[in-house]
């Protein structure tokens, strides 16, 4: 087997230039596939931090929708959620860990010189439970402050630099819609979301605060929605319907007429976005692995034409005893080295592409040992499969009319 290898490396030294082309496809080949499921696999852990980060086994309660002039308007339209109804909530409903009421809008926010145009969100304590965040510096308003509606807001990374730079924000005071609001704490950096939304351009205040002194709704007490977050993901759908009773009975709905309210599975919501991701990422591997055919088809192209140039050898090779099974794998080995050699520098190309995407362009990339694994395999088998028909064709030539070759 050593002098079958031996014998196909000299083969193809014998013609670089054309080795050198023939291995050209698969090198394209296997860059492409790593470089693409590279692009997929980093979207999807992307995707999976996100979730992680977003906090787990939320819903989201929008108030309901209102009619202007027969023309239904978009869900939260209505004033159809208060305190009252968070409040209710957080007591009553079992399935529920945590029951955060919220109201938000766009400010403008100034301190000293400086000025930062950003969303002020009012919630409870709580909404830093349900959503998996935490003060890397100073510490969260309390419950005392929202039953006092004290005029202190934590601020999201994003809003801290752009307001403070290197200044420490803590215990200092900034204006939002010319209200005086002393900053508490500040949030760790979470990032943007897979719609490219900065999740650290907000601050977040008190709700009874942001109510009564920047977001008065005609409906005292109104809330823009009410996050709830399930004891566990199994008991999602169970709080769903707990939330659906509760508020039906506090709102009077008859039977028969519909909700006033629209609940939201965030968390089905993301992992339905990260499958598409995931289904995603294994079509641009997909589509990457044609040109590993093509590859294959160049090969079996090039080996046709070595067996055409070398037919007066295989003849004088068999005629001094050579079997066919030697000939055989003397051609499919020549195959397999093209590839598997071709397969190392696409391994090469296709990191060094995921990493220049990361580097240079600052999309997200993952190269796993699985995909590696995949693409050289897939090659060697390329090799194997493209290289067959030239092997076999060779092996069954006549010693007698391969000598007779001109």
Not at 56 to 80: D, H, I, Y
Not at 199 to 212: G, H, N, R
């Amino acid at each position: 087997m050593s002098e079958i290898l031996r014998s196909a490396v000299r083969s193809l030294l014998a013609n670089k230039a054309r080795s050198l082309l023939t291995m050209l496809g698969i090198v394209i080949g296997v860059g492409a596939v790593i470089t693409m499921v590279a692009v997929g696999s980093g979207a999807a852990s992307m995707m999976d931090e996100f979730i992680a980060g977003a906090g787990s086994n939320l819903l989201l309660v929008f108030p309901g929708t209102v009619r202007t002039g027969g023309s239904r308007q978009a869900a939260g339209s209505a004033a159809t959620l208060t305190l009252a109804d968070a409040e209710v909530l957080r007591t009553e409903a079992i399935f529920a860990a945590e029951v955060v009421p919220e109201t938000y809008g766009a400010s403008q926010l100034v301190y000293g010189n400086r000025n930062w145009n950003t969303t002020v969100q009012g919630a409870t304590p709580g909404v830093l439970e349900a959503r998996e965040w935490s003060a890397v510096r100073g510490q969260p308003f309390s419950d005392a402050d929202v039953r006092t509606s004290a005029k202190v807001c934590l601020l999201g990374y994003t809003v801290a630099q752009n307001l403070f730079g290197e200044e420490d924000p803590v215990g200092k005071i900034l204006r939002i819609r010319r209200v005086p609001f002393r900053v508490v704490g500040v949030l760790g950096a979470k990032g943007p979301n897979p719609w490219g939304y900065d999740q650290d351009d907000l601050v977040i205040v008190p709700v009874s605060t942001a109510q009564k002194r920047l977001f008065r709704r005609a409906v005292p007490g109104a809330l823009r929605r009410v996050t709830v977050q399930a004891e566990s993901r199994d008991s999602l759908d169970a709080a769903k319907e707990e939330i659906r009773a509760i508020l039906r009975q506090r709102h009077r709905l008859p039977e028969g007429t519909e909700d006033d309210f629209v609940i939201r599975d965030m968390t089905q919501i993301l992992e339905n976005a990260a499958a598409s991701t995931r289904v995603m990422g294994l079509l641009l591997g997909a589509v990457a692995s044609i040109s590993l055919l093509v590859g294959g088809i160049g090969i079996m192209t090039i080996m046709l034409v070595s067996v055409s140039e070398r037919t007066r050898e295989i003849g004088i090779r068999m005629a001094v005893g050579a079997r066919s099974l030697d000939v055989r794998l003397q051609f499919l080995t020549e195959a397999v080295v093209l590839s598997v050699l071709g397969g190392g520098i696409g391994i090469l190309t296709g990191v060094g592409a995921a990493r220049a995407l990361t580097e240079f362009f600052e999309w997200p990339t993952l190269v796993s040992a699985e995909s590696v694994l995949l693409a050289v395999g897939f090659s060697a088998l390329v090799g194997i499969f493209f290289g067959f028909w030239p092997a076999w064709k060779a092996s069954n030539l006549h010693p007698v009319e391969a000598l007779r070759f001109d």
